[in-house]
């Protein structure tokens, strides 16, 4: 059983990633920096996910992601608790819990970025996040709060 959030949950997501490359390579390569923050009030976590090629290459605990990377996707432990419970029911995400919609007017989960060019990789590359969150579906999971 993985704790979420942690690099070791991260970790298994991309187990489970690398034992399907060649469905993510349908999806086409992505190079982009993903930070994610789960929490708040002083008590978020940051993690930041290198996606290259097919696949996430490093995975790490950050005080503040969105030093490092192109956009953030920021949102309390019961939303991401939320999608990633329904897509562990559902085996993907039903229409309201993907992570495109849950990032529309910033709730549940809010998107940020540097700039507008830096955004466009939420969007350009959203097929493959989405798939990569997908595998969670085979990790079991344990939500702890920070």
Known sequence: MSKFPSVEWFQAVNQRVAQD??????LGYVDANVGIK????????????????????????VDEPAAEADFV???????????????????EPDLE???????????PLKLTAGDQMQ????????QSFQA??????AVPTEFVAS
Do not use: C, P
Request: glycine share 12%.
């Open 132 to 137: 990569y969150f997908n595998e969670a579906a």
């Open 119 to 126: 955004e466009d990789l939420f969007y350009r590359f959203n």
């Open 21 to 26: 490359k060649e469905r993510f390579k349908l």
């Open 73 to 91: 996707i920021e949102g309390s432990l019961g939303a991401w608790s939320e999608m990633i419970e329904n897509i562990r029911q559902n085996g």
């Open 38 to 61: 789960i929490g708040g009030n002083g008590a978020a976590k940051g993690y930041l996910l290198q996606f290259a090629d097919y696949g996430v290459t490093d995975v790490r605990e």
């Open 97 to 107: 819990h993907t992570l495109n919609r849950l990032t529309m007017a910033g709730v």
